[in-house]
């Protein structure tokens, strides 16, 4: 099982050093391992074409033999642990930045109090390539996010369960904190001139946020790139650039910005996504659970997130009018 688990594992990552980087094993170890499935199969499964390494008809079936083998030891798990008088275990969670400070730390004391005996490990991961490990068995679920017109990629084995919509405003920084450019801006297209910051390219937010410039008229002048929102919320607050920003980055902070509503109300779509072979464990059924519930008590928030004035006061006719755009 170990050796056919490797074989898999190249077909899905295409590479031994890939494979090797993924299981903490040495390029030779795992070539060693292949080698002696090879003899042990009886038949041909890789041949070199090139510098590469391609995977014979023979290994594409044992791929798929050891894919079902594989969700089958995740069903086995989880019908033991289904026996058990206490959730237990650990679950592997990927996580991008905004849900992780958003919904993640009362989740997780939601989980220490109910389930002691369960461990959940995070990484922050960037939502494409966290669905992906998923996929490959490097986590037990992900939370990714998709944006409007945007789908995230669909790996199969993989389901999809959402947990929250939010708002994707345009933030400006408070009447006073930038210049006077900043401060006469009052729907998206007034935004032109103005510096932005925006995620890297590839990012699934940077292609939808200068999507949505071009829509309004305008090529955005993104000076400044960093995947870090918290970094974006930051840049604007101080008057030195504009963004697109979702709901969630304003969860639990004194962010003290100016929110302009886009046409269409666009929301982005947060959800978490699991192999479907385990997804009736204990411990991915109880984590996913608590997420639900803090992400229902999250919604009402984010709804009212852009629904007051920088310093605190209600939002009154001129803020309303600075938000017309909707």
């Known amino acids: 099982m170990k050796r056919l688990r490797l074989l898999w594992e190249l077909n899905a990552r295409g590479t031994v050093a890939a494979v090797a980087e993924a299981l903490n094993y040495s390029?030779?170890?795992?070539?060693?391992?292949?080698a002696l499935l090879e003899r042990e199969a009886g038949v041909d499964l890789l041949r070199k074409v090139g510098r590469t390494l391609e995977l014979t008809p023979a290994a594409d079936a044992l791929v798929a033999a050891a894919e079902e083998l594989l969700?089958?030891?995740?069903?086995?798990?989880?019908?033991?642990h289904r026996g058990l008088p206490e959730v237990s275990g650990t679950v592997r969670l990927a996580v991008f930045q905004t849900?992780?400070?958003?919904?993640l730390p009362q989740t997780l004391r939601r989980l220490r109090a109910e389930y002691p005996k369960l461990r959940v490990e995070i990484v922050q991961h960037e939502p494409e390539d966290a669905l992906k490990e998923t996929s490959t068995r490097g986590f037990d679920l992900v939370i990714a996010e998709q944006y409007p017109g945007h789908s995230a990629a669909h790996f199969a084995g993989l389901d999809r369960e959402q947990l929250v919509t939010d708002p994707v405003r345009l933030a400006l920084p408070p009447l006073g904190h930038g210049d006077e450019a900043f401060d006469g801006a009052r729907r998206l297209a007034d935004a032109a001139e103005l510096p932005w910051v925006m995620e890297p390219h590839g990012a699934a937010s940077r292609h939808w946020a200068e999507q949505a410039c071009r829509s309004a008229g305008f090529e955005p002048d993104v000076r400044y790139e960093t995947a870090d929102l918290q970094a974006h919320v930051r840049l604007v607050e101080s008057g030195n650039a504009v963004a697109l920003l979702p709901g969630l980055v304003h969860i639990g902070a004194a962010h003290r910005l100016r929110l302009v509503d886009l046409a269409g109300n666009p929301h982005r779509t947060v959800f978490t996504a699991a192999r479907r072979s385990s997804t009736e464990h204990p411990a991915v059924i109880a984590v996913r659970a608590a997420l639900r519930e803090e992400a229902a008590a999250l919604s009402e928030a984010i709804g009212s997130v852009g629904s007051a004035r920088p310093d605190g006061a209600a939002r009154g006719k001129e803020a309303s009018d600075g938000n017309a755009e909707r």
């Open 99 to 103: 849900a992780l400070l958003a919904i």
């Open 27 to 34: 390029p030779s170890a795992v070539s060693q391992q292949l």
């Open 71 to 80: 969700a089958g030891l995740e069903r086995a798990e989880a019908e033991l």
